[in-house]
């Protein structure tokens, strides 16, 4: 760029448009060797536009390689002509936003150089071997390309599948090739405009350390990336055949316990799959096919598409994502929709209550649903036998409903807490199977039986936030899994004369009423990570006396100090705070690792009796979770300064 657009990035500085840690990283992408013209004509014509919060945006900062990976935009609040090129297919812009802060190739090469560099470290008389799948977003089939041709380029062997595939697939692959690492190119369940790079290690986890940071320091050090890598030494790229769809979908068919009722009852069931745009068409229609259960496909999104274009965002965590799914689950009168994301690790529900109206359940719900049939079931066939409960475990995060705690103490089983993240939940169940000596070649149930005698059973885990598991064969929430886990469950409360919304209810009866509500409040770009930051050190250093009316008991901060696990096992540090306001009731709060938001987490308990009015109970106690969010909010933005 020339002396006079310098000059004039330093103008802007002074008058306050543009941060100063802007300018300097527009001057050096712009002075990098890899800065084409598309760079510059993009920058110019933002400067020329005044457009210096979406400068702002893009600049501020690197992207940050974080504990899990990457993710950031990769289509900018303005795109560029340069950027928009000739659009591609379905009005996609023909290259990603230009920006240090942004998700593009340049940002794909530094992460994957990183990754690469780290490998060869761990793995020093080895050459890399990195699978990598990727969802249907924009640019996603680009980048998991140039990240393979990055691993090829250093004399590696990077495993491709041809087309987009889930998270979970990515997991269980890594394993299943002895891989030493993996990436799934995805932004999960966020906005269209987004994308990511989730990094998983040898165990078929997400990277936690010291495998976090030790990849953090390798891509920090990376300066300028090949952004044209060619093979290298032998390196070359292997394409993934149908041969791992059906090694993946055989595992999947492990998690089944009642397979004669599923059987039975599943010809009986009627249920609507939508996998929002995304890559849940892969492998679901076929599981469910296999098992004798009918469905219809929501078919305005079955098909792969970039922009998302039937939903707000295609976040089954929304109940607006799966309105078209009930809407033709009520031509159908169908008794489940189920939806999964873009990667397919996160599932929502909806359930035909006895009037013929749809319910949404949460993901607290589903995931103890879930955690309840299968402590039940695996007992009465005899897979868990009396005495053996205390070797057997349910996995939950910290800010996930105690619902399932009380639940697993009272089936005499160990409830296993972790941080936000399901990393932490496959990283359990890496040490778990070390205990048991590894699987080796073992069948499912001689496999259990080991991990009960040797080690600890894995019944379930999951989180709030729509993610669940029940194997341990892969190692991060899997929605195709809990596809099959739930249409089970529910399967079996139908040979019961039951449905699911009446399962929750028995539950809720014997074990007390739980109730559960997530406020986030999002503050984006380069101000609001401010103010998020702000606000989560005020709660820190400034914790309330008083919680919306209730005093405040005691506070965990999971920053300081030391924390263990009911193993015994040291918990991470995270900035994470929990709040115990008595009587069952308590508030966490934290700032999301992946989206520009803080997130506050309410828990109410209340028991009810035998004949207690359990609908008007659950009015009751949501109006106070209500109420404390309300509160929280007003008090969140003041202690931000929002």
Same mark, same amino acid.
């Given at each position: 760029?020339?002396?006079?657009?310098?000059?004039?990035? +330093?103008?802007?500085?002074?008058?306050?448009?543009?941060?100063?840690?802007?300018?300097?990283?527009?001057?050096?992408?712009?002075?990098?060797?890899?800065?084409?013209?598309?760079?510059?004509?993009?920058?110019?014509?933002?400067?020329?536009?005044?457009?210096?919060?979406?400068?702002?945006?893009?600049?501020?900062?690197?992207? !940050?390689?974080?504990?899990?990976?990457?993710?950031?935009?990769?289509?900018? *609040?303005?795109?560029?002509?340069?950027?928009?090129?000739?659009?591609?297919?379905?009005?996609?812009?023909?290259?990603?936003?230009?920006?240090?802060?942004?998700?593009?190739?340049?940002?794909?090469?530094?992460?994957?150089?990183?990754?690469?560099?780290?490998?060869?470290? &761990?793995?020093?008389?080895?050459?890399?071997?990195?699978?990598?799948?990727?969802?249907?977003?924009?640019?996603?089939?680009?980048?998991?390309?140039?990240?393979?041709?990055?691993?090829?380029?250093?004399?590696?062997? !990077?495993?491709?599948?041809?087309?987009?595939?889930?998270?979970?697939?990515?997991?269980?692959?890594?394993?299943?090739?002895?891989?030493?690492?993996?990436?799934?190119?995805?932004?999960?369940?966020?906005?269209?405009?987004?994308?990511? %790079?989730?990094?998983?290690?040898?165990?078929?986890?997400?990277?936690?350390?010291?495998?976090?940071?030790?990849?953090?320091? $390798?891509?920090?050090?990376?300066?300028?990336? $090949?952004?044209?890598?060619?093979?290298?030494?032998?390196?070359?790229?292997?394409?993934?055949?149908?041969?791992?769809? +059906?090694?993946?979908?055989?595992?999947?068919?492990?998690?089944?316990?009642?397979?004669?009722?599923?059987?039975?009852?599943?010809?009986?069931?009627?249920?609507?799959?939508?996998?929002?745009?995304?890559?849940?068409?892969?492998?679901?229609?076929?599981?469910?096919?296999?098992?004798?259960?009918?469905?219809?496909?929501?078919?305005?999104?079955?098909?792969?598409?970039?922009?998302?274009?039937?939903?707000?965002?295609? *976040?089954?965590? *929304?109940? +607006?994502?799966? !309105?078209?799914?009930?809407?033709?689950?009520?031509?159908?009168?169908?008794?489940?929709?189920?939806?999964?994301?873009?990667?397919?690790?996160?599932?929502?529900?909806?359930?035909?209550?006895?009037?013929?109206?749809?319910?949404?359940?949460?993901?607290?719900?589903?995931?103890?649903? &879930?955690?309840? %049939? #299968?402590?039940?079931? @695996?007992?009465?066939?005899?897979?868990?036998?009396?005495?053996?409960?205390?070797?057997?475990?349910?996995?939950?995060?910290?800010?996930?409903?105690?619902?399932?705690?009380?639940?697993?103490?009272?089936?005499? @089983?160990?409830?296993? $807490?972790?941080?936000?993240?399901?990393?932490?939940?496959?990283?359990?169940?890496?040490?778990?199977?070390?205990?048991?000596?590894?699987?080796?070649? @073992?069948?499912?149930?001689?496999? #259990?039986?080991?991990?009960?005698?040797?080690?600890?059973?894995?019944?379930?885990?999951?989180?709030?936030?729509?993610? %669940?598991?029940?194997?341990?064969?892969?190692?991060?929430?899997?929605?195709?899994?809990?596809?099959?886990?739930?249409?089970?469950?529910?399967?079996?409360?139908?040979?019961?004369?039951? *449905?699911?919304?009446?399962?929750?209810?028995?539950?809720?009866? &014997?074990?007390?009423?739980?109730?559960?509500?997530?406020?986030?409040? +999002? @503050?984006?770009?380069?101000?609001?990570?401010?103010?998020?930051?702000?606000?989560?050190?005020?709660?820190?250093?400034?914790?309330?006396?008083?919680?919306?009316?209730?005093?405040?008991?005691?506070?965990?901060?999971?920053?300081?100090?030391?924390?263990?696990?009911?193993?015994?096992?040291?918990?991470?540090?995270?900035? &994470?705070?929990?709040?115990?306001?008595?009587?069952?009731?308590?508030?966490?709060?934290?700032?999301?690792?992946?989206?520009?938001?803080?997130?506050?987490?309410?828990?109410?308990?209340?028991?009810?009796?035998?004949?207690?009015?359990?609908?008007?109970?659950?009015?009751?106690?949501?109006?106070?979770? $209500?109420?404390?969010?309300?509160?929280?909010?007003?008090?969140?933005?003041?202690?931000?300064?929002?």
């Amino acid at each position: 760029m020339s002396e006079d657009w310098s000059h004039c990035l +330093e103008g802007a500085v002074e008058k306050g448009d543009l941060l100063e840690d802007s300018k300097k990283n527009i001057l050096r992408l712009l002075g990098s060797s890899g800065a084409g013209s598309r760079v510059e004509e993009s920058v110019r014509e933002l400067v020329k536009a005044g457009e210096w919060g979406e400068l702002n945006d893009r600049f501020y900062r690197t992207l !940050a390689f974080g504990t899990g990976g990457l993710r950031g935009r990769t289509i900018g *609040n303005v795109v560029t002509k340069a950027e928009m090129g000739k659009p591609a297919a379905l009005g996609r812009p023909e290259f990603p936003a230009v920006g240090t802060n942004c998700m593009n190739e340049g940002n794909v090469a530094r992460a994957t150089q990183g990754l690469v560099n780290y490998l060869k470290r &761990m793995f020093p008389n080895e050459p890399p071997r990195v699978v990598f799948a990727h969802d249907t977003r924009f640019f996603s089939r680009e980048f998991a390309e140039l990240a393979a041709r990055t691993v090829a380029a250093a004399g590696g062997t !990077a495993y491709l599948f041809p087309e987009d595939r889930s998270t979970p697939e990515l997991s269980f692959a890594v394993r299943h090739l002895g891989a030493q690492a993996g990436v799934e190119v995805t932004a999960s369940h966020n906005p269209s405009h987004d994308n990511g %790079y989730k990094v998983y290690f040898s165990d078929g986890a997400q990277i936690v350390e010291p495998h976090a940071s030790g990849i953090i320091r $390798e891509v920090e050090a990376v300066q300028e990336p $090949e952004l044209n890598p060619r093979p290298q030494d032998g390196g070359k790229i292997v394409m993934l055949g149908r041969e791992m769809d +059906e090694a993946y979908v055989a595992a999947l068919k492990e998690l089944i316990v009642e397979e004669e009722v599923l059987r039975k009852e599943g010809k009986t069931l009627k249920v609507v799959f939508t996998p929002l745009h995304g890559t849940g068409i892969r492998i679901v229609p076929d599981l469910l096919r296999s098992v004798g259960v009918g469905f219809s496909l929501v078919e305005e999104q079955s098909a792969g598409d970039g922009r998302f274009p039937t939903v707000r965002s295609p *976040n089954p965590e *929304n109940g +607006e994502a799966l !309105a078209l799914g009930i809407e033709q689950a009520k031509k159908e009168k169908a008794d489940l929709v189920l939806a999964t994301d873009p990667d397919a690790d996160r599932m929502g529900v909806a359930v035909r209550n006895g009037k013929g109206e749809y319910e949404l359940i949460t993901g607290n719900q589903i995931g103890s649903l &879930m955690a309840s %049939y #299968r402590m039940e079931r @695996m007992r009465a066939k005899g897979w868990i036998l009396p005495g053996e409960e205390k070797r057997c475990c349910l996995i939950k995060t910290f800010v996930t409903t105690d619902l399932q705690k009380e639940m697993a103490g009272a089936a005499g @089983m160990k409830c296993v $807490e972790t941080l936000t993240g399901f990393k932490y939940i496959g990283e359990k169940l890496g040490i778990y199977e070390k205990q048991a000596g590894g699987r080796g070649k @073992m069948g499912a149930e001689e496999w #259990r039986k080991r991990r009960i005698e040797a080690s600890t059973f894995f019944v379930f885990g999951g989180e709030e936030s729509y993610g %669940y598991s029940g194997g341990d064969f892969v190692r991060d929430k899997d929605a195709n899994g809990a596809v099959l886990m739930l249409v089970e469950a529910a399967a079996w409360a139908r040979s019961q004369g039951r *449905n699911l919304l009446e399962e929750m209810d028995r539950m809720y009866r &014997m074990h007390g009423l739980y109730l559960e509500k997530l406020g986030t409040i +999002e @503050m984006p770009g380069a101000e609001g990570a401010k103010q998020i930051a702000r606000a989560v050190e005020s709660y820190q250093k400034n914790p309330p006396r008083e919680w919306g009316g209730r005093r405040v008991l005691g506070v965990n901060d999971f920053e300081k100090g030391t924390h263990r696990d009911v193993d015994g096992m040291e918990i991470p540090k995270e900035r &994470m705070l929990m709040f115990d306001l008595g009587e069952g009731f308590r508030v966490a709060v934290r700032a999301s690792g992946t989206e520009p938001k803080m997130k506050c987490y309410f828990f109410g308990k209340r028991k009810v009796g035998a004949n207690e009015d359990l609908a008007k109970a659950k009015r009751e106690l949501a109006t106070e979770l $209500e109420q404390l969010w309300e509160w929280t909010r007003t008090d969140a933005r003041g202690r931000a300064g929002a």
